[in-house]
């Protein structure tokens, strides 16, 4: 087991980073200092780019980075840095795929680049995006979030002639001002999916704001990706919330696809599954569920959610004392083991809810005070190495080829690999 760290440390000021940061891509260059040692499983070499506000995985290798001017960089796996534009938001998630990338402008419109071998410059929308909402694609759309007459609403977004992007549909029902929407098929239809995203916002059921706002979920929607009307929708009863802004695709035992979330109330907070109902047409169900962790305001975050494995993880409380739990389905009810102590996947107040990373078999997660990344083999649900980054972990995101991970810290930007010797099994079920 880990043994739980001291308390997070304070913000680095943009200075110091700038400095640290410098520092740590020298030193690499020259085969020195943490940022390119060995540390025991893998190696960790610090990237060349400075002020680095945020990292996503490319849809053809690597990563996409950028920086707190608005700037666009390629990262490939050895660490090699292109740019690819301007123009960008520094936080905020990005939409990969059908070609493009799209995400928030610095003026706050949909900001979109085609790729290919003659990549065209960034077109714009003339609707403005939610600030803190997520963004997914469609091979002919981009789906966002948008605000009217004071609430926030799921829109779809399409390319005209000319290219400018403008809102061809928007739904009627109020979602999370920040959900991160997500393309699922839930009915198993087959025909490339459709949009769940969390909805029913509220700010007096639940007042726990530790997720970046005061404001929570009561429902779940299911639309259809044309014209966002709900498919199947499921409400909670008060007092309960989804607290929480992703949904995570997973197959359940049954063969059903599901959503895991987190559900919390009276009791904290439980992991859950939704998954269309197997008695309304119309309804989601609440399909499996672990047990409530405690009390009121405590917490817990589902970690890298695959969606093919036969079990789940997550940590509970992060915040004070993070326990990795391992849950597996029997039946109806989410099994959970307890597995390591001293872990993390979340800051407080943070939007990013899920700071791990998997390799393979491996789960990488951050100690409670974000200095070190711990790694734990979920097969034999044992902690197999860690190591140190100098500065609070803010991200891990991992590679689409699945052989490293990009670790973003308040000091900059480094690659971790794994070595070819200690390199992660073949994912089973």
């Known amino acids: 087991m880990v043994?739980?760290?001291?308390?997070?440390?304070?913000?680095?000021?943009?200075?110091?980073?700038?400095?640290?940061?410098?520092?740590?891509?020298?030193l690499a260059v020259l085969g020195w200092g943490p940022a390119a040692a060995r540390t025991g499983s893998g190696l960790l070499k610090a990237v060349s780019l400075q002020d680095v506000a945020r990292i996503d995985a490319a849809g053809d290798g690597g990563w996409l980075a950028r920086d707190r001017s608005g700037r666009l960089w390629q990262v490939s796996e050895d660490g090699i840095t292109r740019p690819l534009g301007d123009g960008l938001?520094?936080?905020?998630?990005?939409?990969?795929?059908?070609?493009?990338i799209a995400g928030r402008a610095l003026d706050g419109r949909l900001w979109v680049r085609a790729g290919g071998a003659s990549p065209s410059a960034p077109q714009h929308s003339d609707a403005v995006l939610a600030p803190h909402g997520g963004l997914?694609?469609?091979?002919?759309?981009?789906?966002?979030?948008?605000?009217?007459?004071?609430?926030?609403?799921?829109?779809r977004f399409e390319a005209d002639a000319r290219g400018r992007w403008q809102v061809a549909a928007r739904s009627e029902e109020a979602v999370l001002p920040d959900a991160v929407p997500v393309i699922v098929d839930l009915?198993?239809?087959?025909?490339?999916?459709?949009?769940?995203?969390?909805?029913?916002?509220?700010?007096?059921?639940?007042?726990?704001?530790?997720l970046g706002d005061d404001v929570e979920a009561t429902?779940?929607?299911?639309?259809?990706?044309?014209?966002?009307?709900?498919?199947?929708?499921?409400?909670?009863?008060?007092?309960?919330?989804?607290?929480?802004?992703?949904?995570?695709?997973?197959?359940?035992?049954?063969?059903?696809?599901?959503?895991?979330?987190?559900?919390?109330?009276?009791?904290?907070?439980?992991?859950a599954v939704v998954a269309a109902s197997t008695q309304a047409a119309s309804a989601l169900e609440i399909a499996a569920a672990g047990p409530f962790i405690g009390t009121r305001n405590r917490w817990l975050s589902a970690a890298s959610v695959e969606a093919g494995d036969a079990a789940l993880w997550a940590v509970h409380t992060p915040h004070i004392g993070g326990v990795l739990h391992r849950y597996v389905a029997q039946g109806?009810?989410?099994?959970?083991?307890?597995?390591?102590?001293?872990?993390?996947?979340?800051?407080?107040?943070?939007?990013?809810?899920?700071v791990?990373?998997?390799?393979?078999?491996?789960?990488l997660l951050p100690s409670q005070n974000g200095q070190q990344v711990h790694i734990v083999d979920?097969?034999?649900?044992?902690?197999?190495?860690?190591?140190?980054?100098?500065?609070?972990?803010?991200?891990?995101v991992t590679a689409p080829g699945g052989r490293a991970v990009a670790v973003l810290t308040q000091a900059g930007l480094s690659i971790y690999a794994m070595r070819a010797d200690t390199g992660p099994a073949v994912p089973s079920r």
């Open 356 to 363: 791990t990373a998997r390799l393979g078999r491996r789960l």
């Open 89 to 100: 938001a520094p936080q905020g998630s990005l939409a990969v795929g059908h070609g493009r």
């Open 136 to 155: 997914c694609g469609l091979p002919l759309a981009v789906i966002g979030l948008v605000e009217q007459e004071g609430r926030t609403r799921v829109a």
């Open 219 to 271: 429902r779940l929607l299911w639309l259809e990706r044309h014209g966002l009307q709900p498919l199947r929708t499921l409400d909670l009863p008060e007092p309960e919330v989804f607290e929480d802004r992703l949904l995570r695709p997973w197959k359940l035992p049954d063969g059903r696809l599901g959503l895991v979330t987190m559900r919390s109330g009276p009791r904290g907070a439980q992991l």
């Open 378 to 396: 979920l097969d034999s649900k044992a902690m197999v190495s860690s190591f140190d980054v100098g500065a609070p972990v803010l991200q891990l």
């Open 187 to 210: 009915d198993g239809r087959g025909d490339g999916g459709h949009v769940a995203v969390l909805a029913g916002p509220d700010r007096q059921r639940y007042p726990h704001a530790v």
């Open 332 to 354: 109806a009810t989410l099994m959970p083991e307890r597995v390591a102590t001293g872990l993390s996947n979340h800051r407080l107040g943070a939007r990013d809810l899920d």
């Open 3 to 26: 043994t739980p760290a001291g308390p997070a440390q304070g913000t680095l000021g943009p200075t110091r980073r700038r400095v640290l940061t410098q520092l740590s891509a020298a």
